[in-house]
Structure formats: structure tokens, C-alpha cells
């Protein structure tokens, strides 16, 4: 049978049927006749990824009128109110005379970091990267007139990491899009809401828009956030639809025609959860105990916020980091932490400091990361974590045991056991009660976290 004759019935029983959630589904259908071919093969392989958040709240660096405004660097337009206008002529400020695309790869690298997520287009609407949608771009609004997001491409490229762009489908600076309330000059955005009409030029907009980045820049992922965006009534008692399952599926499709190999998370679309548009989940500032089914990536800030705020010295500890980073790996998922560079172009040096822990630890520990799987065991071990690969289980010992011994809950023989620090230094073991034993050296070699690794034959037979 003709299976175009097949899905063009299908669509026309459907439109017949009327409503948004018979377009929505004829294009879902029209989706899975493409195929879905998102190349997710780099990015389970990759574990670890630098966020970058940056923008002309960079240049606010958290302070308005020289008050510190509270809440997320990012957010300060909506925090301290801020009309359009006003947070546009941070744009004539904005000269990052110090950014250097190659040492923020160098940096990322150093870290032991795969690939790169940079923000094209945050919540404020100011576009990092050269547009003919708009004006209001850092190529064409700013004194500087350079394109970072080409830079950095390139620089990924030069250096064997893959680059990706992050895009927020709020947008605080859109005429098509209306602030939460105006609250008597002093504005609250989130959550916006469509203009009377504005939700299809929007659309036509973030198309426009989508269709530059992946030309331009050709990113293997796009990082949707922020599609809350809420139905409202005007006073004359008409009804205006928010962001829909419908637009979210207008541009899932969209990028998959231009480039049906992108990776896109599930932010596009706010019902992701239940109807699974996504290639992968995100979690956010914490880590998923038992993790989540499918490809999942926590995101999280080394200290309190995204975007630069220079009163943030709330640091997270490179021992927090790197065991943030196993305990994504040991649940299946990737870790993609944030820096948060000034407005001058500089990622501060606090969060250089720890990057560069971090990449010290994989130099040596590395492979118990890239690449592995979740560990098999569903009990907590007392000593701290498991990945896997065939023939290899990895024990990431955050607390190493004060008898010196590791017992292993599996039915597993050992046929060799071996620290990754010292590999020459073979461990004894033995079958004990409940498992297996690896007995250790009398102190820890890597006080930050140190992997034990066992060879065993086929897969993980845990107790």
C-alpha cells in the first residue's frame, strides 16, 4: 500500500475533524514522515558542557541607577522594572574589548568540557549574533559591531569542541509580546503575553531568526527556554491564546526541515512532559535522584546566578563541582554549568579556577565519564557513586572507607581491580558477604574523588 496515499487520508480525516489539534497532529504526522534524525551520539558521549550566559545584563552586572537589584543577573529588566527603552540604551555601553573567542574555548577545553551552549537570545530580547530580524543585535546597536557568536564558532571548531546556541522564546523586548503588567510604568514581564495578532508574526519571527543561526553558525543543538507565555482578555472580553502546543510544534518542525540532524531540548514546548517534544530533558540547579528516563542534562550555576552579577561570590566548591559532574554521569546524564562572563568579555576568574579543577580531575579520571552509563546498582552506595562501560564498572569513592574496604553489592567475579590515579598498583579482592570486596591503600589518592576500576566479564549482575 502507498503510504502517502495512507498519511494524506490520515491528514484529511483529521482536518475534516476541525481544530488546532487537528493541524497540530496533521503536522506531527508530516514530522514523523521526515523521520527524526537528531544525531544524539556526540552529545551522550560528551557528559560535561559550559553554559554561557551573556548579554547586556552582563553590562548591569546586577546593579540598576547603582543599586544592587535582587534575584538573577539575567532577569534584572524584569527584576527592577525596567522599560524597554530604558534596559535598550544598555546597548550603547556595551564594548567587550576583552572577549576572545579562542581563550573562552581554550578555558572550556582546559575543563575538560565537550561542547559549548551559548545564549543568542536571552529573556531581555537583545540578540547576540548578527540578524536582519532586528536592529536591536550586538553587530549592529552596540559600539563594538562584532559578531561573538561567529568567533565562537569558529573557535570550537579550531579546537574539536561542538557549538551550540541557546534561544529563549520569551521575549521582554518584542512588540509582539506584552509585559505580565505595566504596574504604573514600572514593568513586570514574566509572564509575557501575546499582542492582539502577534502570535503569528512572533512565529514568523523566531523562524527568521532560527533559520540565521542554523545557517550561520550551524549548531548541533538548540537550546529552547522560557515558553511560558499566557492567554489573556482584552477589556472588550476577547480571548488571546497564549504560546500553544501548536507553535512549539510550528517550529519543532521548522528546524527539522533546515536541519534534521540539530538536537532541541524539551523547553520548546511546556507540555514536553506529556507529549514528548524534545530530544532530551533539562533540569534545572539540581540532579534528579535515580536521574530520568531517556537523555537528560542538568544545567547549574557555580555560584547563584546565570548572568554576571558582581556581588555573586557565592562559589561552589570544585569538590561540589566534580561530584555534581558523577552524579549526573552515574544517573545516565550530562552536566552543563555555567559561567557567567562580564561585560567586558571576561569569564571571572573565580569560575576559571574551578573549570580548571575540574579538568584537572577528568585528565586523570576522564574515562569513568566520557562516554559511560548509569550504574546498575538501585540502593545508594555509602562511599559514593558507579559508571559503567563493557567489561568496566568505575566506582567514583567520594568518602573513602575508613576499614579500607569497598564492598560492591553484584555477583560478579573480579578478574582485576585498579585505581585510575595509579593503575600500575593492582587492588586485592575477594567475594565477601553480600558481594564483592576491592581492599584499598590507606589513604585516598585524589582528595577531591578517586576511581576505583573493576575489570568483570558481561554485564552487572547487582545483589
Not at 513586570?188 to 502577534?198: L, V
Request: hydrophobic fraction near 40%.
Amino acid at each position: 500500500m502507498n503510504i502517502k496515499i495512507v498519511i494524506g487520508a490520515v491528514i484529511m480525516i483529521l482536518m475534516v475533524a476541525g481544530g488546532s489539534w487537528t493541524a497540530m497532529t496533521a503536522q506531527a504526522a508530516a514530522g514523523a514522515r521526515r523521520g527524526h534524525t537528531a544525531d544524539m551520539g556526540w552529545w551522550k558521549e560528551a557528559r560535561f558542557g559550559m553554559f554561557i550566559h551573556w548579554g547586556l545584563y552582563s553590562e548591569a552586572a546586577g546593579y540598576w541607577h547603582g543599586k544592587p537589584v535582587p534575584g538573577l543577573g539575567e532577569w534584572i529588566m524584569n527584576n527592577a522594572h525596567i522599560p524597554r527603552k530604558q534596559y535598550a540604551q544598555l546597548a550603547g555601553k556595551f564594548d567587550p574589548v576583552d572577549f576572545n573567542a579562542a581563550q573562552w574555548v581554550r578555558i572550556a577545553r582546559a575543563a575538560g568540557m565537550k561542547y559549548i551552549v551559548i545564549t543568542a537570545m536571552h529573556h531581555d530580547g537583545f540578540c547576540m549574533f548578527k540578524t536582519r530580524a532586528t536592529p536591536y543585535n550586538v553587530v549592529e546597536d552596540t559600539p563594538w559591531h562584532k559578531d561573538p557568536l561567529a568567533a565562537l564558532a569558529k573557535a570550537c571548531r579550531e579546537q574539536g569542541l561542538t557549538f551550540c546556541t541557546y534561544y529563549s522564546v520569551e521575549n521582554w523586548h518584542s512588540r509582539y509580546q506584552l509585559p505580565h503588567s505595566w504596574n504604573h510604568g514600572s514593568p513586570d514581564y514574566f509572564p509575557t503575553r501575546f499582542a492582539p495578532g502577534g502570535a503569528g508574526p512572533y512565529v514568523k519571527y523566531m523562524k527568521e531568526q532560527l533559520g540565521e543561526l542554523i545557517r550561520q553558525y550551524h549548531p548541533s543543538l538548540i537550546w529552547f527556554d522560557n515558553s511560558i507565555i499566557k492567554s489573556w482578555k482584552t477589556r472588550s472580553g476577547k480571548q488571546i491564546a497564549g504560546w500553544t502546543q501548536y507553535d512549539a510544534r510550528s517550529i519543532w518542525d521548522y528546524v527539522r526541515r533546515i536541519d534534521p540532524t540539530v538536537i532541541m531540548n524539551n523547553r520548546l514546548d511546556k507540555w514536553s512532559t506529556f507529549h514528548g517534544l524534545g530530544d532530551y530533558k533539562t533540569p534545572e540547579q539540581h540532579i534528579p535522584v535515580g536521574g530520568l528516563p531517556g537523555p537528560w542534562e542538568t544545567c547549574m550555576t557555580i555560584n547563584d546566578t546565570w548572568g554576571y552579577k558582581r556581588s555573586d561570590d557565592h562559589w561552589k566548591s570544585a569538590k561540589t563541582l566534580i561530584t555534581n559532574l558523577i552524579k549526573c554521569a552515574s544517573e545516565g546524564g550530562n552536566f552543563l554549568l555555567n559561567v557567567g562572563p562580564t561585560g567586558q568579555g571576561v569569564i571571572p576568574k573565580p569560575e576559571v579556577d574551578r573549570l580548571l579543577a575540574m579538568g584537572r580531575w577528568l585528565k586523570v579520571n576522564g574515562q569513568a565519564i566520557y562516554g559511560s552509563h548509569r550504574t546498575p546498582f538501585t540502593r545508594a552506595l555509602p562511599y559514593g557513586y558507579a559508571t559503567q562501560k563493557p567489561g568496566r564498572l568505575f566506582l567514583e569513592v567520594i568518602r573513602w572507607p575508613q576499614n579500607r574496604i569497598l564492598a560492591v553489592p553484584m555477583r560478579n567475579k573480579i578478574a582485576g581491580a585498579y585505581l585510575l590515579k595509579n593503575p600500575h598498583i593492582r587492588l586485592a579482592t575477594a567475594s565477601g558477604r553480600g558481594g564483592q570486596l576491592v581492599h584499598l591503600p590507606a589513604g585516598a589518592p585524589d582528595p577531591l574523588a578517586s576511581v576505583v576500576v573493576l575489570k568483570i566479564a558481561g554485564p552487572v549482575e547487582p545483589n
